[in-house]
Nanobody
Framework: QVQLVESGGGLVQAGGSLRLSCAVPGRAVISYAMAWFRHVPGKEREFVAGIARNPTYTYYADSVKDRLTISRDTSKMTVYLEMTGLKPEDTAVYYC??????????????????????WGQGTQVTVSS
């Protein structure tokens, strides 16, 4: 079982910044494609950003492109989501997801949450106007 531990959520004013972290204790993050999703009650879960096993491949939702950056620190076994220029519509619970996708090449990091086997507990991000 792969454990994902998220942190870094909180309350921030519009235009502010936050950095979310997703730690994968005891695992090499290079072995997994990882992604961030967000969920607002009453709406479908939404893909935000993904980073493939080959970290040169990153993917973003159009709604967050140019404001959010996904990255990883192999030595800390952690993936980050840097969020800048936050808007009230970014308010959601943010979830980290991971999977090794052994049947796919190292550029693969799908936008569908159904393809990821491992999930964190979520961290709340609230952006006030």
């Amino acid at each position: 079982q792969v454990q994902l531990v998220e942190s870094g959520g909180g309350l921030v004013q519009a235009g502010g910044s936050l950095r979310l972290s997703c730690a994968v204790p005891g695992r090499a993050v290079i072995s997994y494609a990882m992604a961030w999703f967000r969920h607002v009650p009453g709406k479908e879960r939404e893909f935000v950003a993904g980073i493939a096993r080959n970290p040169t491949y990153t993917y973003y939702a159009d709604s967050v492109k140019d404001r959010l950056t996904i990255s990883r620190d192999t030595s800390k076994m952690t993936v980050y989501l840097e969020m800048t220029g936050l808007k009230p519509e970014d308010t959601a619970v943010y979830y980290c997801a991971a999977d090794s996708f052994p049947m796919y090449d190292s550029s693969y990091a799908p936008r569908s949450g159904a393809e990821y086997h491992y999930w964190g507990q979520g961290t709340q991000v609230t952006v006030s106007s």
